[in-house]
């Protein structure tokens, strides 16, 4: 990417089926676009992805990328006063064959089809008038067999022992994406004792902007307190932290997992005083502490942060990368232990950010890959 610009995806609201056989899966996803180029352009986009994927030889690759783009608009304009039609077909690398069907974006109304049945009713979803486009429909999942037995040459103990090893891994899953919401939640509401809490008692450690690494639950807690706001949101302010696209991993052992989420933030103050955009990813871990999940490292790499009034194409031209920041009040009368990993907001610069795992298809290293 070039410096300046701005190509944030952030995937939402994603409902995923397999099919019967386990080989194939269709996935519907909302997409939320930032896009831009410092002091050209900035522009919203807002779609539905409804891709096909297959499993060869144990690992899952994308099959097919269907996009709908529903709407596309200049950012000072709005989605009130502008809409962009959808991007045509490249002439300098033209596609191997023509799309199977036509799609319109906003203000015209066009629908995407589901790739699965009414998940209530089990019957075919039904569509208001308008044009539609067909999607690849999944079939429902069979049983595991016409009468429900387990065939009786099968080791029913080693059988029993992998579903409860799964089983265990999907709860471990699900209460480690808790873990995660329950902080922006607590961010939210100016919840800080709750969200101290949510640290492992002795090895949990919290980043916090401008100051640095806070290790263990008290002195996470005391550092919350002395530099977060108290009331939460009010009549005159808010603040959302809205964690997306949650990539977990849980350890063999499943007392440990790590986790890597999208960060979309947005907020202000009524008065217009001041509003921002703020993107950025977690890296964090989590440990089973006492038969329950709580934050393990915290590790937090922002990547803009944009007012509400210019956008991310009206950055500041002056901000000096290699200026240190001066240490803050908290920092100097409560220090941290440790200093922050990565450097905080460096666009528009251009910055690669790290990973805990390697690619799930090709394997490939990250050029930072964390332990």
Do not use: C
Request: net charge neutral; charged share 20%.
């Amino acid at each position: 990417m070039r410096r300046g610009e701005l190509f944030d995806h952030i995937q939402l609201a994603a409902v995923v089926t397999i099919t019967p056989d386990g080989r194939n899966a269709s996935a519907r996803t909302t997409q939320l676009s930032m896009l831009g180029l410092d002091g050209e352009y900035a522009r919203w986009e807002q779609g539905t992805y409804e891709s096909e994927f297959q499993k060869r030889d144990g690992i899952w690759r994308i099959q097919a990328v269907h996009y709908y783009p529903k709407m596309v608009a200049d950012y000072d304009k709005g989605w009130a006063r502008d809409a962009k039609p959808a991007a045509a077909a490249s002439t300098e690398f033209p596609p191997d064959r023509k799309v199977a069907q036509s799609f319109e974006s906003y203000p015209e109304i066009h629908y995407v089809a589901f790739h699965y049945d009414n998940p209530v009713t089990g019957k075919p979803a039904q569509y208001p008038a308008g044009p539609i486009t067909k999607v690849k429909v999944v079939p429902a999942s069979a049983s595991t067999s016409a009468t429900g037995r387990v065939d009786s040459r099968t080791n029913v103990e080693t059988m029993i022992e992998g579903l409860e090893a799964r089983l265990n891994a999907a709860i471990a899953v699900e209460a480690v994406e808790n873990l995660n919401s329950s902080y922006g939640y607590y961010i939210d509401e100016s919840a800080w004792d709750a969200m101290a809490d949510t640290f492992a008692i002795t090895g949990g450690a919290k980043e916090l902007m401008d100051n640095g690494v806070y290790v263990g639950q008290d002195r996470i807690r005391k550092a919350l307190n002395m530099r977060g706001p108290q009331g939460g949101r009010s009549t005159t302010f808010f603040t959302i932290h809205q964690l997306t696209q949650p990539v977990i991993h849980i350890s063999d052992d499943g007392k440990s997992a790590k986790v890597r989420l999208r960060l979309f933030q947005l907020g202000g103050s009524a008065n217009g005083s001041s509003g921002s955009w703020i993107g950025g990813i977690y890296e964090n871990t989590a440990v089973k502490e006492n038969g329950e999940w709580k934050f393990g490292v915290q590790d937090l790499y922002h990547i803009f942060n944009a007012s509400y009034r210019n956008g991310w194409a009206k950055m500041p031209s002056t901000r000096a990368a290699t200026t240190p920041a001066r240490p803050s009040r908290l920092a100097t009368e409560f220090p941290p232990d440790r200093p922050i990993r990565s450097r905080q907001y460096p666009f528009p610069e251009i910055v690669e950010p790290a990973f805990h795992y390697r690619n799930p298809v090709t394997g490939r290293t990250p050029g930072d890959l964390l332990p």
